[in-house]
């Protein structure tokens, strides 16, 4: 069974421009969650979606958006980016959505963002 | 105070010793813990997962929970230089939102 897939896996942009990272989740997985991976502040919720619907945000500002296609595949989007947002974004799969205590989660191998 | 705080090391040990990572937490509502493997350039790959109190054990790996003074542990036995790796603890109530630790950086040497 194939597992969760990012793309592109390596991105430079530079302040001020927008970028638009794709995961596609293990098949059969319908939630999807994104976390922004830094060496001071760890990995961070971003948000999940579930059946094309945002399900829980985390604490970041809305320059930080997301969507869900009918088939599950994820997208998130950055807009005016910052020299912090410089990070790894992961995505994880889950089949269901509900937290820990419904089902666990497993992660790509993230996409590097470099904000020049 | 983060919710989940975790030693960042780096932890260098020799192969073979039996290594111990460990986290803190501080909501009490949190029942479920996490302990992830992430290897350079790589996502973290569940290692074990440990619902309330106790301990669980896996091959060469045991997770260990106290509630009562909010410890999280786990114990590799018999390391190798394969387990080197960033190890993160997590942590989760019953909504959705995992806490991850900011991950111990771990070096086995042969």
């Known amino acids: 069974k194939a597992g969760v897939t990012q793309t592109p896996r390596y991105l430079i942009k530079t302040r001020g421009q927008q970028v638009t990272l794709s995961c596609s989740p293990i098949?059969?997985?319908?939630?999807v969650s994104w976390y922004q991976q830094t060496p001071g502040q760890g990995l961070q919720f971003l948000f999940e979606?579930?059946?094309?619907?945002?399900?829980n945000k985390g604490n970041f500002p809305g320059r930080f958006s997301g969507r869900q296609f009918s088939n599950s595949r994820s997208e998130m989007n950055v807009s005016t980016l910052e020299l912090g947002d410089s990070a790894l974004y992961l995505c994880?799969?889950?089949?269901?959505?509900?937290?820990?205590?419904?089902?666990?989660?497993?992660f790509g191998p993230g996409t590097r963002l470099t904000v020049l | 105070q983060k919710e989940v705080e975790q030693d960042p090391g780096p932890l260098s040990v020799p192969e073979g010793a039996i290594v111990s990572l460990n986290c803190t937490y501080s909501?009490?509502?949190?029942?479920?813990f996490m302990w992830y493997r992430q290897y350079s350039r790589k996502g973290p790959e569940l290692l074990m997962y440990?619902?309330?109190?106790g301990n669980k054990e896996d091959g060469r790996f045991t997770a260990q929970v106290d509630k009562s003074s909010k410890y999280i542990s786990l114990f590799i036995r018999d390391s190798q230089p394969s387990d080197s790796a960033t190890y993160l603890c997590?942590?989760?109530?019953?909504?959705?939102?995992?806490?991850f630790g900011t991950g111990t950086r771990l070096k086995v040497l042969a």
């Open positions: 994880a799969s889950s089949r269901t959505s509900g937290g820990a205590g419904a089902d666990t989660q497993y």
């Open positions: 098949s059969g997985h319908r939630s």
């Open positions: 979606y579930f059946s094309e619907t945002q399900r």
């Open positions: 909501n009490s509502a949190f029942q479920y």
């Open positions: 440990t619902y309330s109190s």
């Open positions: 997590a942590s989760a109530s019953g909504t959705y939102k995992y806490i």
